[in-house]
């Protein structure tokens, strides 16, 4: 996958990260975005592990993995970014 495909598929699973989260996330859209990415790649390293190569139609197991992976990413985010707001 090309850096422009990632950072496209990096702002789709942060969002659904974000969205599939329950609650308010004290984070803002680049934060997102950047989880998006990482849980993307991550998703994606994961997948490889458990031997799921690319096909010719969609990797649903892989995309599957990546949203999972950002939704648990965003929580950490949020929690940390929410800790450290209070604190302020």
Not at 38 to 52: D, E, Y
Request: hydrophobic fraction near 60%; charged fraction near 10%; aromatic fraction near 6%.
């Amino acid at each position: 996958m090309s850096i422009i495909g990632v950072i496209i598929a990096g702002i789709i699973i942060g969002l659904l990260g974000r969205l599939l989260l329950p609650g308010s996330q004290p984070i803002g859209l680049l934060v997102t975005v950047l989880v998006g990415i990482a849980g993307t790649l991550i998703g994606w390293w994961i997948a490889g592990l458990f031997g799921i190569e690319d096909t010719s139609g969609v990797d649903w197991w892989r995309w599957i993995i990546s949203v999972v992976v950002a939704v648990i990413l965003v929580a950490i985010v949020a929690g940390v970014m929410g800790r450290n707001q209070r604190r302020a």
